[in-house]
């Protein structure tokens, strides 16, 4: 009797044990599909930081001389670069640089908005004046008639000039309702 009894948990366990290694099975070859997945989709090299165009390539287009084109280059004020890694220190969720979601008040939509009337960066909103920035959302339509731009050019700049501590406390204070009320 003793044997049965043995047999009969035999045969209980087995159909476990077998969902068991058939789940270990599943594990193992899922991660093994998303690794070998994620090394062939990855086969392009990360995206560089955008830079003003080589010397050679803007008098190409302008038709001028690789030295007057030097020249004009050294006129120009230097492009800002947007240290995406130290807004991510500072708790932003940047998704690349001039990523304008990242300003308190606007989202997706306004972006595109923004974008498709010809403000695609930090330092071109911080250049826009109220009336301008209201003028634009004037012509996204009723949609975005609550949104409120009165700091926007504010957070731009110190965003263009990559001082994140700073816009965090802004932002921490026109959440709040401490600092200035669609302030500049």
Known sequence: MPAQAADSEKEA???????????????????????????????EPPAAPRTLAAPAEAAAEAGETPREALVHAA???????IDVGAARAAGFNIKHDDDLTIIEGIGPKIDELFHANGVGTFAQVARLSVPEMLAILDRGGPNF???NP??????AALASENRWAELKRLQEELISGGGPAGGS
Not at 13 to 31: E, K, R, T, Y
Not at 150 to 155: L, M, N, V
């Open 13 to 43: 366990m087995s159909p476990l044990a077998c969902c068991f290694w058939w789940f270990v099975l599943g594990v193992v070859l899922g991660w093994l599909l998303n690794w070998l997945l994620s090394r062939w989709l990855r086969s």
């Open 75 to 81: 006129a120009a004020p230097p492009g800002r670069i």
């Open 145 to 147: 008639q609550l949104a």
């Open 150 to 155: 009165g700091s926007w050019a504010r957070q």
